[in-house]
């Protein structure tokens, strides 16, 4: 697949769950971040194209309030290639509030890390969107 990401990935540091904020269950946690996207990794697989309402809970060093909600949807799963009992969702945001981007900009700079070349693996599909 073409590389269709604008913004470079980065790995994701620490541990942050993405619940529905519609029916409060967990999704996944966040495994890599993007200012267009994200990956998640979920015990189950998540349907393609498909959109959530994610509830993002918010530490003290990136807002000062304590969650965020936004749309994002689901462009690409896969099982993780080194657990197969995980899932590994590519995610593109879809509505996010002018203010929520900002908080998700400053997620991403504090516990976002570059991924250096070479390191890791590189899914399959290795785009967001």
């Known amino acids: 697949m073409d590389e269709k990401r604008v913004n470079n990935r980065r790995n994701f540091s620490y541990y942050m769950q993405l619940t529905d904020a519609t029916t ?12 267009g996207g994200f990956k998640l990794d979920s015990d189950g697989p998540i349907p393609l194209e498909r959109e959530f309402r994610f509830h ?8 000062s309030k ?4 936004f749309r994002a949807q689901s462009k690409w799963c896969q099982t993780d290639p080194i657990d197969p009992f995980v ?4 995610f593109h945001i879809v509505e996010m509030h002018l ?13 976002g890390s570059k991924k250096s070349k070479g390191s890791g693996y590189v899914p399959a599909r290795d785009s967001y969107f």
């Open 56 to 63: 993002l809970e918010l530490t003290p060093d990136v807002a």
């Open 87 to 90: 899932y590994n969702t590519g």
């Open 99 to 111: 203010e929520d981007h900002d908080i998700f900009n400053r997620v991403l700079q504090l516990y």
């Open 24 to 35: 409060k269950k967990l999704v996944g946690h966040l495994a890599d971040i993007s200012t």
């Open 66 to 69: 304590p969650f965020m909600i």
